[in-house]
């Protein structure tokens, strides 16, 4: 498959993408504005900071889709890059601070084996789920760096 | 033999023509992601993406080790232990050590070795090694600096020019560094300005630790009156002290990976620093406010100073202990503060009053000092101008906040 | 010695083993720091200072830097240079050629300039400045054995002969 296609499958597929971020993020920024909380099976939109996240989330949007035209180009390549890296602070800092708060226990200094389990239980915060789908930037960090060090070679 | 400044730019330009060639710049991921991150339409949602994260790292790593474990050790381990152990229940030694005797947590017992221990170790030591390990890797990668430039930037938008925003970035840390750190700047009148406003309305660590932790929902409001204070304050002094401010040049280093030692090293300094500087003030602050409690001077002072703290500030009174350990530590302060019982908007200005009202002593032996670098004459004014500018802010400001409250109508 | 935010700091702590605060931050170092580092068998004094563009000061940590040149007239100068920045580095430099130093320069970040494409022909510029050249990466360690192994190959180079070497000035 030649690097055309695959950038064309990233583009499309960043679009797509961005457009359920950004959803993501109005919502929860309506939802942050309004006091209120959402919560659709296994996923939650509630919690502190809730109108931040949304906002971030928005702008995060809004970097993939104006990433779309021209996509090859370096600048934008790093507007997903950026686009990306702020789902990954959203997620990231969940995640450490689930990791923090499974361990201390109501009462006693170390908390129950079930109450660990328990603090990794869904529902989740949209942004553990786009999480994953955000990594594939990471393959089109090395297929540029691939495409450009190529480039310099037949020099 | 001498160069001039011309003949040596032209050696340069000769030596360099030899010696140095370029290859085929390539622009890199790297620089295009510098590039949005001090554009303003890019940068300033990646900023709070950043600062986002700083909030709830610094939450849930200072939430670990606060309520997780110091909480339980100090509540219900080491206060129960220390009241029954200690002798002469009652007695002002006890008091000042232990504190009241009825208290069932570490909070308000406001003893040296219960509230003084517990907020130093327990609530402002998590703190701050969340908050400078954040802001050294922050530092490290280079993104600092480039968080200043498009600071900068917006500012220059809405027509504030020559704020040193690298200094007031580093005051966030200690004031201490960020006062040193106006020496950069060219004039004077910056120097002077900066380092007064820098040490009246910008918090330092220790003071933002403790406030997320104890009182998080209204730190957002806090910050928002400091910054406000500090812009429109350095406004009117920048056209009242004569002078220039001219433009500050900022070198923008580039993006590099934190070296993981030399983020340990300079955690590791910051941390002994608040050990060695910071714990004997903190516990010094607790044993002064408890002797002036029992022998009945913070009453009397309390009773001295209650029309200008009820009816300019429109804060309770009791916040007069909490304002004299806040000339050693604000850190102290502020949990002080938070056990006193009072509404939300009379805590907010409180913080706020405590923020204000005088630099710590660590930061107002370096102001004198930094005054003293240009002679008497200089120790005089830093001296003078910073009292008097500090006084006008306390009571200006200190007002305006609770006429905002009562225009507000919840005063 | 060297402009600001170069890594002064950075290959001080490498040769004294000091614990100096460095950044990736202008303006980090505002006063001198002394440390000693074991050359030959001897303890040598060596001494940080804040950066600095040139020798007339604009502001009060560079006015420390000169200072401190003009206190310690036996003294051989590191002169740090960020080699993605060589033209501003090399004039500082110059300067202080022209004042008589012993002078070795330290061609810092060299990693930065390799990756920005940037490649500096060290003997030849060893060559025309008539004073030792080395590469460094402050940060990494690289290249810091021999900046301190040629430490003592430093000294006082001519102004005019450095001019010769360059091929005359325009008149």
């Known amino acids: 498959m030649g690097n055309e296609v695959k950038f064309m499958i990233g583009r499309i597929y960043f679009a797509i993408f961005g457009l359920v971020v950004l959803g993501i993020g109005i919502l929860e920024i309506l939802l942050g504005l309004t006091g209120r909380s959402f919560e659709w099976g296994i996923m939650e939109m509630s919690g502190e900071f809730l109108l931040w996240r949304g906002l971030i989330l928005f702008f995060a949007g809004a970097f993939y889709l104006s990433s779309i035209k021209n996509f090859t180009d370096i600048h934008q390549l790093a507007k997903v890059v950026m686009g990306s890296v702020m789902i990954w602070i959203i997620a990231g800092v969940k995640i450490f601070s689930m990791i923090l708060e499974s361990i201390p226990g109501e009462e006693g200094w170390l908390n129950t084996f079930e109450g660990f389990l328990e603090s990794y239980s869904a529902p989740y915060i949209p942004s553990l789920f786009l999480l994953p789908f955000s990594l594939v930037v990471l393959y089109y960090i090395r297929l540029s760096g691939e495409m450009s060090k190529g480039g310099g070679d037949e020099r | 033999m001498k160069l001039t400044v011309d003949e040596r730019w032209d050696l340069i330009d000769k030596i360099t023509k030899q010696v140095v060639k370029y290859g085929e710049y390539k622009y890199t991921l790297k620089d295009a992601i510098a590039e949005l991150t001090v554009k303003p339409l890019t940068g300033i949602p990646i900023a709070i993406a950043v600062l986002y994260g700083f909030w709830a790292f610094f939450g849930a790593f200072?939430?670990?080790?606060?309520?997780?474990?110091?909480?339980?050790?100090f509540d219900n381990h080491w206060l129960p232990w220390l009241q029954g152990v200690f002798p002469g229940k009652g007695g002002w030694l006890y008091y000042i050590f232990v504190g009241d005797p009825k208290a069932d947590n570490c909070f308000e017992a406001f003893g040296v070795l219960t509230s003084g221990l517990f907020v130093a170790i327990g609530v402002v030591l998590p703190a701050i090694i969340a908050f400078y390990l954040f802001l050294i890797i922050l530092e490290d990668s280079g993104y600092l600096p480039r968080l200043a430039v498009l600071i900068d930037t917006v500012l220059h938008k809405i027509g504030l020019h020559g704020f040193a925003v690298v200094p007031m970035i580093l005051s966030l840390g200690c004031n201490v560094p960020a006062v040193v750190a106006t020496r950069t700047?060219?004039?004077?009148?910056?120097?002077?300005?900066?380092?007064?406003?820098?040490?009246?309305?910008?918090?330092?660590?220790?003071?933002?630790?403790?406030?997320?932790?104890?009182?998080?929902?209204?730190?957002?409001?806090?910050?928002?009156?400091?910054?406000?204070?500090?812009?429109?304050?350095?406004?009117?002094?920048?056209?009242?002290?004569?002078?220039?401010?001219?433009?500050?040049?900022l070198d923008i280093p580039p993006y590099q990976m934190p070296i993981a030692r030399n983020v340990r090293r300079k955690l590791w300094a910051r941390v002994k620093s608040f050990f060695t500087v910071a714990v004997p003030f903190v516990l010094l602050g607790v044993v002064i406010v408890n002797i002036m409690y029992l022998t009945g001077f913070l009453d009397w002072l309390a009773n001295l100073l209650e029309p200008i703290l009820c009816g300019w500030f429109g804060v309770p009174k009791e916040t007069v202990g909490p304002l004299i350990a806040a000339f050693l530590r604000k850190d102290l302060a502020v949990a002080q503060l938070s056990a006193i019982e009072m509404t939300t908007y009379q805590l907010v200005t409180s913080v706020v009053l405590v923020s204000l009202y005088f630099p710590c002593v660590a930061t107002f032996a370096m102001l004198i000092k930094e005054g003293r670098e240009e002679g008497l004459k200089g120790v005089l004014q830093y001296l003078f101008g910073s009292l008097l500018a500090l006084i006008t802010v306390v009571f200006l400001w200190g007002g305006l906040v609770h006429l905002i409250w009562i225009i507000l109508g919840v005063a | 010695m060297g402009n600001p935010n170069v890594g002064k700091s950075a290959i001080f702590n490498r040769l004294a083993g000091a614990k100096v605060m460095e950044s990736n931050y202008p303006g980090t170092t505002v006063d001198y720091t002394k440390g000693y580092m074991r050359l030959e068998n001897k303890d040598i004094e060596i001494i940080d200072v804040p950066g600095t563009f040139s020798l007339e000061p604009k502001d009060k940590a560079e006015e420390v830097a000169v200072k401190m040149l003009k206190e310690n007239k036996d003294a051989v100068i590191i002169c740090v240079i960020d080699s993605t920045k060589l033209e501003r580095g090399l004039y500082l430099a110059l300067e202080i050629i022209e004042e008589g130093y012993p002078v070795i320069i330290a061609l810092n970040m060299w990693d930065i300039a390799k990756d920005k494409n940037i490649w500096i022909n060290i003997e030849k510029l060893e060559n025309i400045l008539g004073v030792p050249v080395v590469a460094t990466v402050a940060v990494s360690g690289e290249g810091i054995k021999e900046l301190v192994s040629k430490i003592k190959e430093a000294s006082p180079a001519n102004i005019e002969r450095i001019v010769e070497r360059a091929g005359g000035l325009e008149k």
Do not use: H
């Not at chain 2, 670990?64 to 474990?69: A, L, M």
């Open chain 2, 185 to 249: 700047l060219e004039t004077k009148k910056q120097r002077f300005m900066m380092a007064t406003l820098l040490a009246i309305f910008i918090p330092c660590g220790a003071q933002l630790g403790i406030m997320l932790e104890v009182i998080p929902e209204y730190v957002g409001l806090v910050m928002i009156y400091l910054l406000a204070g500090f812009f429109i304050f350095g406004f009117i002094l920048n056209k009242l002290i004569p002078g220039r401010s001219p433009e500050i040049l």
């Open chain 2, 62 to 73: 200072a939430g670990f080790f606060t309520d997780g474990f110091f909480v339980k050790l």
